[in-house]
């Protein structure tokens, strides 16, 4: 079955992307400001860590790794200590180097989500909760649209703070904010 519908504000999902969407803000401000600091150009990047999925960890011991797309200049300041080239195409810095240790320290010291989950959409139906789903979503006008399809989709869940559109309204609205975006 495929649904379409506008989700408002005060929907669970609608805040927990708008949550999701300010931690990634605020890992992004965090890393622009460390890699100023240590002088690192890599415009690509990715951080991981052993702990919660969308919380800070509390340890030190949390296993957080840095790993960067290196420039020419990062491969002359910092080759000595990045890891092989690995999943990705990025290379790690390595534990034991002092910029490792330092952004673990202020990772854990200003609170820094480490592990980034997008909220998955079907955890906020009761009838595909447990199943996958194909979804598109986008904002427009202070609320999100968002088409789901999935076999497990039953014809009266509509979780709180969604409201069922057509199909067609969802498509036109999906036009017009991809004209929009363009034009932009």
């Not at 998955?120 to 986008?138: H, K, L, Q």
């Amino acid at each position: 079955m495929e649904k379409a519908f506008i989700v408002n504000r005060e929907s669970k999902l609608y805040k927990d992307i708008k949550k999701y969407r300010d931690l990634e803000s605020e890992q992004k401000k965090f890393i622009n400001k460390f890699f100023k600091e240590y002088d690192i150009e890599a415009n690509t990047y990715r951080i991981t860590g052993d702990g919660l999925i969308n919380k800070p960890f509390q340890e030190y011991d949390s296993n957080i790794s840095l790993y960067i797309d290196p420039t020419e200049n990062d491969l002359k300041k910092y080759g000595k200590i990045l890891n092989k080239q690995g999943r990705y195409g990025l290379r790690a810095f390595r534990k034991t180097s002092k910029i490792a240790k330092e952004f673990t320290k202020q990772c854990i010291d200003e609170q820094i989500v480490i592990n980034l989950w997008y909220p998955r959409v079907g955890d906020y139906f009761e009838s595909i909760s447990f199943y996958g789903c194909g979804f598109t979503i986008f904002e427009n006008e202070e609320c999100f649209y968002l088409r789901v399809e999935s076999d497990f989709l039953k014809e009266n869940d509509i979780p709180e703070g969604f409201k069922e559109i057509k199909l067609s309204d969802f498509h036109i609205a999906k036009e017009k904010f991809e004209n929009n975006k363009e034009n932009n």
